[in-house]
């Protein structure tokens, strides 16, 4: 099922996830997963809904401790480190419910994003360019904007820092087919800029349409690695665990 | 009618001293999730450590002296006791921080005796200021600017600063600023500082006013946290609106039917959780972990 054609090398490899389990008290979520992201690549993880793609993302950016295994940025070590010290190396995790400060102003969302970077990212200027919507809709308080203008705060949020490696968790989930549409051409955008991004997503097509190389997880492990056009040509293996 | 007006500026002077405990109660539960019943022992601190200064060194010494001890009491308390306390249940967290407040209690009794204790207001400020029909003590007048003006400086810190915008931030979604960086764990000192700094001051400033003893703390704590509730939990204009309310209804009370000033805010709170449970100016959004 692997297909090592596109495996970055060692020394191009930005993010390593290597062997980590992961529990929610005593049930193991995340088995012996294993991944890799080489520089500037954009790598898709899918699966069904429950089979550990966000506990993956929690279990790099800290937020929740893996028992065994190493998570490396360039080389380092992060597991042990808290999630803020993780956050400042440049691993930006955008979250499936966005998290979005709604009792703060679309503006200082932005703002708070800029005084807690390590170092400074895109201008706002730059956003703005990119998410004209935002620059519509500063002063408007986070639980004033919609699901999609959200979407675009929360990746907004992490670009304003510099971004070693964006995790981008069901970015299109729960928004309107059109919005889905700007989402995708955003992603693409922050392919195009070179940043290193793992994109998780039940949205197959949506995900295959951007990625470099694709992961199917399934009940807490790693089932394949390949190309989009592998798991596009591969019924069977959609089948089983993708569901479609 | 000139009763009236008395009552009406003590109820004032009394609100500014419950909608400042009431602030750092609000901005610590907010930022910390920590329901501390220490916060009236703050006040009682700043009242002792700002009679001690005030009576051996000089009244504007004891501005000083108090807030910063006070600060500095609750960082270690923070560092030592309550860190270990951030993630446990609500009553595990009472009872952690009412334990406190009567080891302080009983600690201020042993030093300082049980009887009541209060110092002489500076000879510059002991006369009095007419105001329409009224003749008010100066002092307390000043006492009340003192503390509004604290208190706009306090709102500025958490509306216009960068740390003040991690800090509500952090009273939404103290994950998310971490995950965008941020440091949460030094803000909420800080904040766990100031408003513990406020008390302290409010309680040297407010001794020349009100008397002290050790049970002090609790006696400004419980109608502070009513404030709390009235005005809303975790909201900044809540507190100040609150405390106005309660000092003014409790001050009101006493001139109309002595007996029923201290029945008459309880019932105040329990009409405001019938009619809105989240307080005046409360937000019921659920706040994130």
Excluded at chain 1, 130 to 155: C, N, V
Excluded at chain 2, 58 to 86: E, M
Excluded at chain 2, 115 to 140: D, E, F, H, K, W
Excluded at chain 2, 194 to 213: E, R
Aim: proline share 4%; glycine share 10%.
């Amino acid at each position: 099922m692997t297909a090592p054609a596109v495996t970055p090398t060692a020394a191009q490899t930005r993010l390593r996830v290597d062997g980590i389990n992961t529990y929610y008290g005593d049930s193991h979520v995340l088995r012996d997963v294993s991944l890799h992201i080489g520089a500037g690549e954009t790598v898709a993880l899918l699966g069904r809904n429950g089979v550990g793609k966000t506990t993956t993302l929690k279990s790099i950016v800290g937020w929740l401790k893996p028992r065994t295994g190493s998570v490396t940025l360039d080389g380092e070590e992060l597991v042990g480190c808290e999630m803020m010290a993780i956050a400042r190396k440049g691993i930006s995790l955008v979250p499936e419910e966005r998290r979005i400060f709604t009792n703060l102003t679309v503006a200082e969302n932005l703002k708070l994003a800029q005084v807690t970077a390590q170092k400074p990212g895109w201008t706002l200027d730059h956003v703005y360019e990119k998410f004209p919507r935002l620059r519509e809709r500063l002063t408007h308080k986070g639980d004033e904007i919609s699901g999609g203008e959200k979407q675009m705060l929360a990746i907004a949020r992490a670009l304003v820092q510099d971004v070693k490696v964006l995790l981008l968790d069901e970015p299109t989930e729960g928004l309107a087919p059109l919005i889905v549409r700007e989402v995708e051409n955003v992603i693409r955008e922050i392919k195009s800029a070179g940043i290193t991004t793992l994109l998780v997503e039940q949205n197959l097509y949506s995900a295959l349409a951007v990625a470099d190389r694709c992961y199917i997880i399934d009940q807490g492990e790693i089932k394949f690695e390949g190309t989009p056009a592998q798991v596009r040509t591969d019924e069977d293996l959609r089948r089983r665990y993708l569901h479609v | 009618m000139e009763a009236l007006f008395q009552a009406m500026i003590g109820g004032l002077v009394l609100g500014l001293i419950y909608v400042a405990i009431a602030v750092g109660l609000t901005i610590i539960f907010g930022t910390l999730r920590l329901v501390n019943f220490a916060h009236g022992a703050f006040y009682a601190i700043g009242a002792y450590v700002g009679l001690v200064i005030a009576q051996h060194i000089g009244v504007g010494w004891a501005f000083v002296a108090a807030p910063i001890a006070v600060a500095l009491f609750a960082v270690l308390l923070d560092r030592l006791v309550l860190r270990l306390f951030y993630d446990k249940e609500p009553t595990a967290q009472l009872l952690v921080t009412f334990g406190i407040a009567l080891v302080v209690e009983e600690t201020l009794r042993l030093i300082f005796g049980a009887t009541t204790q209060q110092y002489a207001m500076p000879a510059s400020l002991q006369g009095s200021v007419t105001l329409g029909p009224i003749t008010y003590p100066a002092y307390r007048l000043l006492f009340a600017g003192g503390v509004i003006v604290m208190l706009a400086l306090v709102w500025l810190f958490i509306e216009r600063t960068n740390y003040g915008l991690i800090v509500r931030a952090g009273i939404r979604d103290r994950i998310m600023v971490q995950l965008l960086g941020g440091n949460i764990h030094q803000a909420s000192t800080i904040v766990f500082a100031l408003g513990a700094a406020i008390a302290g001051l409010v309680g040297a400033a407010a001794t020349p006013i009100y008397s002290i003893d050790p049970a002090t703390g609790f006696a400004f704590l419980v109608p502070s946290f009513v404030v709390v509730v009235v005005g809303g939990l975790g909201s900044f204009w809540g507190a100040v609106l609150g405390g106005l309310l309660i000092g003014e209804l409790q001050s009101l009370t006493n001139l109309a039917y002595a007996p029923a000033s201290n029945v008459v805010i309880y019932l105040c709170m329990a009409l405001v959780l019938l009619l809105r449970p989240q307080g005046l100016l409360g937000e019921s959004e659920v706040i994130r972990q």
